[in-house]
């Protein structure tokens, strides 16, 4: 093998960490090769955000992310959130901040922030391969890595930025974590993340398509209680949306054990319902249950909620009894579900579980199993909140391990 057939870094994989990786790297002066399965890169960044991109988050802090803290708080520190703005600012692109602290691409288009990243790749001089699926990693001198085709590239560092199992439909395939424990990686159990999830409780489905404001509470009432506020949707198989999808990731890895408990509190604004129920019983003391709930809950939430309470329909509410009022406002502030399974990974926007962290140099995410071989992004096992988070994981992971490389 001649120098001249040596890269400096060979990465496997052209998504966000794998580009933001390769760019960093090329400015630096090295000599990259960016190997990438599908035929164009970044086409999970293409699908982020519905199409939009949710690049950053204001609020991007280490509490919004399952698996290593320590892991997130290096990177978050390296790549903070206005470093990321001033990034994609530098590349021209615009951005917007809209609710909850997100932010997009002010064309509102994610084409805006791949094609951005994909021609600063060009111009800094790095060479794109794609249709190119890496089935071996060989160390030795250096990195001997080699295609499906057979054709083998050699490179003194090599980058596992390959994705995650999630959206199998984009992309999302486990080559990642093959290749990490042929290099003597161990591998934590894979799970859904950022998914809805499947309820016992079938009556659920009567409410399929409706959406309400809420705080979700996973094992309510216990020392590992988590809690999110924020939209739920109600599906024929269970629950969706936002809030939902944010505990998803911890509800996906405790599984295994079992069904998960889970509740709803369906006035997370109302602290005290008791005195709130009891004012409406003074005010509409003649209303039946289901006028009472007129202008509080959505009337298909209020129907099953009648029900699931046993209330009797045509008594007038003057006539219930305490425990029917407690009864109720226990409902209201925490309908309990169980969670029996998350959504399959063609659902997942994510994935819990991935490389062990404690194999990783926090500083550097270098492999303290193979020197020379850094892993980024999804495949390892963190997982963010949705809104951007995960993106600037990878982001950020791309900067770390381009800043951290030797200069040779």
Known sequence: MKNT???????????????????????RGKRVLLLEKEGQPGRKI??????????????????????????????????????????????????????????????????????ALRLACAEAGVELKTNSRVVKIEKKQSFRVTLQTAESFYGKYCVLACGSKAYPQVGGTEDGYALARALGHHIEPLTPALCALNVKEKAVARLQGIRAQVRVRVWPGTAQEIQNEGEVLFTS???????VLNVSGAVSRALKRGAVPFALDLLPEVPNKQALLKERAA????????????????????????????IRKNVPVKEWTPNTWQTV????????????????????????????????????????????????????????????????????????????????
Not at 287 to 305: C, P, Q, S, T, V
């Open 237 to 243: 198989y269970g629950l969706s949306g936002p809030a």
């Open 283 to 310: 005010l509409f003391s003649q209303r039946r249950a289901k006028e009472f709930f007129a202008g509080l809950l959505h009337e298909n939430i209020a129907n099953l909620l009648i029900d699931f309470a046993g």
């Open 329 to 408: 406002a226990r409902t209201i502030g925490a309908w309990p579900f169980s969670v029996v399974s998350a959504r399959p990974w063609t659902e997942a926007m994510a994935a819990a579980g991935g490389v062990n962290c404690a194999e990783i140099n926090y500083n550097t995410l270098e492999s303290l199993c193979c020197p020379g071989l850094y892993i980024l992004g999804e495949l390892l096992d963190v997982d963010g909140r949705s809104g951007g988070f995960n993106l600037h994981f990878a982001w950020g992971c791309g900067f770390t391990a381009a800043l951290a490389m030797p200069e040779d």
């Open 46 to 115: 293409l699908v982020s955000g519905n199409g939009r991109c949710n690049l950053t988050n204001v609020y991007v802090s280490a509490e919004n992310y399952q698996g290593s803290q320590q892991l997130v708080q290096a990177v978050l520190q390296k790549f903070p959130f206005q470093k990321c703005l001033a990034f994609f600012h530098s590349l021209g692109v615009l951005t917007v901040q809209e609710e909850a602290g997100r932010v997009f691409p002010r064309t509102g288009k994610s084409t805006a922030v791949a094609e």
């Open 5 to 27: 057939d040596l890269y400096d870094v060979i990465i496997v994989g052209a998504g966000a960490s794998g580009l933001m990786c390769a760019l960093q790297c090329a400015r």
